[in-house]
Nanobody, 130 residues
Framework: HVQLVESGGGSVQAGGSLRLSCVAS????????MGWFRQPPGSEREGVATIDSDGSTTYADSVKGRFAISRDNANNTLWLEMSSLKEDDSATYYCAAETSSPLLTALLALGIPSPGAFTNWGQGTQVTVS
């Protein structure tokens, strides 16, 4: 089990940028796939971006070219750089981690897995774009 703590959310005008961070309680460098998910009010949680232990990434079509996921394994930190923000990006953003596995790698090859594929979650950070 790994504990995750997100930060960096806030309110921003459309077209602006934000940088989210997620700090893990243990070494994530070689064994964990990490991801960002978001949940708008009244909607289901959806995948935003993932980064596997080998550095390979996947993005939701809605954020491609605007968001960038990265990880700093030395500091057990996951980042999400968000730019050209739109009102539709408003949501609670969650950091997630799951032990890398052949099954998860296969799912990632098809796109961002459903939230059910991840068992470790942060408490969320709110992003509001107006």
């Amino acid at each position: 089990h790994v504990q995750l703590v997100e930060s960096g959310g806030g309110s921003v005008q459309a077209g602006g940028s934000l940088r989210l961070s997620c700090v893990a309680s243990r070494d994530i460098s070689t064994t964990y796939c990490m991801g960002w998910f978001r949940q708008p009010p009244g909607s289901e949680r959806e995948g935003v971006a993932t980064i596997d232990s080998d550095g390979s990434t996947t993005y939701a079509d809605s954020v491609k070219g605007r968001f960038a996921i990265s990880r700093d394994n030395a500091n057990n930190t996951l980042w999400l750089e968000m730019s050209s923000l739109k009102e539709d990006d408003s949501a609670t953003y969650y950091c997630a981690a799951e032990t890398s596995s052949p099954l998860l790698t296969a799912l990632l090859a098809l796109g961002i897995p459903s939230p059910g594929a991840f068992t470790n979650w942060g408490q969320g950070t709110q992003v509001t774009v107006s």
